[in-house]
């Protein structure tokens, strides 16, 4: 694959059987859909089984991207799809687990400050997850909502009110901590 | 815009989440082990024997038969059921010193009677009956030195139909469109004037 | 005088037969004008049979007589300008498929551009695959170029016929025809090895640019 190689072409080689073409697809968009799923979800093990859980969905019904060049925003659909599946299916709280193995696999990204990545990520998971979904799209993703819309199947006032509590909730949430956290 | 737009901790917030996370090493592998155990998609395997080399003869059995195939095998997937592999294959048999024979493969359930009309034949639809064949599928080989022809079936006597996956003819000359078929390789010059 | 006119031309024996019937199926002036338009034809260097199976594929389907001298007309011009492409000695199946082109839309110079690449060779499957992508949609100055690029490549017939294959298949599958077309030469043209930026088959013809 080369690397100019826009995402339509890809496709198109995909769907003839190019096999390769397909991976070039995984490697381009593995990051972005990570690091949303991991975001939604929390666990690592779970973002990756979404992540890949989509990758397969997509490769599947690859015929139905009816717009090769929008690959990206057509996989988002069906990622985020999968991470309201799995979500679905979690217990409540079960985020807050951990265990030093769930510690060396732990896909939060070591930067400067991991503890500030954990309390968000606490912060993430006590909110509504159609709210926290949205706010994903909207502040991490930046989408505009009338992609938001197309995307989810909500409408866009309420899309907006999703993402507006979920702010305010966050703000409540952080707050203390960033309070806490200022020298 | 809400304000949380410009809040200063939404935007550190989401400048976090924004960092790249890392995935296992073996993610793509996997992802890909995962895609090819994936069961394959219908052009694909109906598209792959196509796609196989074979004579300059180009025979519109292939097109035909794929396309039946993926009504087939749409049905069958319809149902519930896995597909089967398409087993036509396209034939341009060539005995010493002959034109290659293409066969042309018409499926039509309904049909009484299939025929064969075009170039090669002065469009006489009585010159090229068709075979039936398997359920709903008509048959019939042809000769054809190398060449460009048009062609068309006739169903039950009265109704020209075009080959619904071979090429179509450029504009309709009498209001009903007629499919092409090449057959490649050297040819004598035309006219007879050399 | 059709039946004559077959003999004479070397017809193959079904259409000789044909061209017999032909004076059943057609009334008088029909009859009388397309002979008149074959004979024309004839005397101009070009084939008949592709005239007469045009004839009788209008009256098999019932055309009127107007509507059968109309398009036997059009086909004469259109062998007529393929001749001039692609010059005096081109096969019968090479202006035929010469004329699919021209109707489908391409240039004449693209006719005589793609004789250039293929010195030697019957042109007839270039020039099918050509007129066959117009027919599903590929734009004929895109497909025109892509026909060219695979001849710079030296692509031979079988690989020609799977391209507008994958063409094809691609524009099944939802790609639109323009896009499925370049995405295919592109990759062929990688495959091949063949880097020489493509012409449009509409401009003057160009001398041949070697990879």
């Given at each position: 694959m080369r690397q100019d190689e826009a995402d339509g072409e890809l496709v198109l080689r995909a769907l003839g059987g190019d096999e390769e073409a397909f991976a070039g697809l995984v490697a381009r968009h593995r990051g972005r859909g990570i690091r949303f799923a991991m975001a939604m979800l929390g666990d690592a093990s779970d973002a990756e089984e979404a992540l890949q859980d989509a990758f397969v969905r997509a490769y599947r019904g690859l015929k139905g991207c009816r717009e090769p060049d929008r690959f990206g925003a057509w996989f988002l659909r069906i990622l985020v799809n999968r991470c309201r599946t799995r979500g679905a299916r979690r217990r409540v709280?079960?985020?807050?687990?951990?265990?030093e193995a769930a510690m060396e696999r732990a896909a939060a990204p070591r930067g400067e400050d991991p503890e500030w990545r954990e309390e968000i990520e606490r912060a993430l998971a006590r909110l509504d997850p159609m709210q926290r979904e949205a706010f994903l799209l909207k502040h991490v993703e930046g989408m505009e909502y009338e992609e938001m819309a197309r995307l989810t199947g909500a409408r866009i006032p309420a899309l907006k009110m999703r993402v507006k509590r979920a702010c305010d909730h966050l703000k409540v949430l952080l707050r203390e901590v960033d309070d806490v956290r200022v020298p | 815009m809400s304000e949380s737009h410009d809040d200063p901790l939404i935007a550190r917030v989401a400048g976090e989440l924004r960092r790249p996370v890392p995935l296992s090493p073996d993610f793509d592998a996997r992802v890909m082990a995962a895609v090819r155990r994936a069961p394959p998609r219908l052009p694909v395997r109906v598209w792959a024997w196509v796609r196989e080399p074979r004579t300059v003869a180009v025979s519109p059995l292939g097109g035909l038969a794929m396309a039946a195939g993926v009504a087939a095998l749409v049905l069958v997937g319809a149902w519930g059921s896995r597909p089967s592999a398409i087993s036509h294959r396209p034939s341009a048999v060539r005995a010493a010193g002959t034109a290659p024979s293409v066969t042309f493969v018409f499926l039509a359930p309904q049909a009484s009677s299939v025929a064969l009309a075009g170039d090669f034949d002065g469009w006489d639809a009585a010159r090229l009956p068709m075979r039936r064949e398997g359920p709903g599928l008509w048959t019939v080989d042809v000769p054809l030195a190398p060449g460009r022809y048009q062609y068309a079936f006739v169903v039950d006597g009265r109704r020209f139909v075009p080959d619904p996956s071979a090429p179509r003819a450029s504009g309709e000359d009498f209001g009903t469109p007629t499919s092409v078929v090449t057959v490649g390789g050297a040819a004598r010059v035309a006219g007879g004037s050399l | 005088m059709l039946a004559a006119l077959a003999c004479a031309l070397g017809m193959p024996a079904a259409v000789r037969a044909q061209a017999e019937r032909l004076g059943g199926r057609l009334d008088e002036p029909t009859r009388a004008a397309v002979a008149a338009l074959v004979d024309s034809a004839r005397a101009a260097g070009l084939p008949a049979t592709p005239l007469v199976n045009k004839a009788l594929e209008g009256a098999s389907k019932g055309a009127d007589g107007a509507r059968i001298t109309a398009a036997v007309r059009a086909l004469a011009g259109d062998l007529t300008r393929a001749r001039a492409a692609l010059g005096p000695t081109a096969s019968e199946p090479e202006l035929v498929a010469g004329a699919a082109a021209l109707r489908a839309g391409a240039a004449p110079a693209f006719l005589a551009r793609l004789r250039s690449e293929y010195p030697g060779a019957p042109v007839v499957v270039p020039l099918a695959v050509m007129a066959d992508l117009v027919a599903r949609g590929v734009p004929a100055d895109t497909a025109g170029r892509a026909v060219l690029a695979l001849a710079r490549a030296g692509v031979r017939d079988a690989e020609l016929v799977a391209f507008r294959q994958s063409v094809e298949r691609d524009i099944a599958l939802g790609a639109p025809a323009g896009a499925a077309a370049a995405v295919r030469v592109n990759a062929a043209e990688r495959d091949l090895g063949a880097t020489t930026p493509t012409g449009s088959p509409g401009a003057a013809a160009q001398p041949p640019r070697k990879p």
């Open positions: 709280g079960a985020m807050f687990v951990r265990d | - | -």
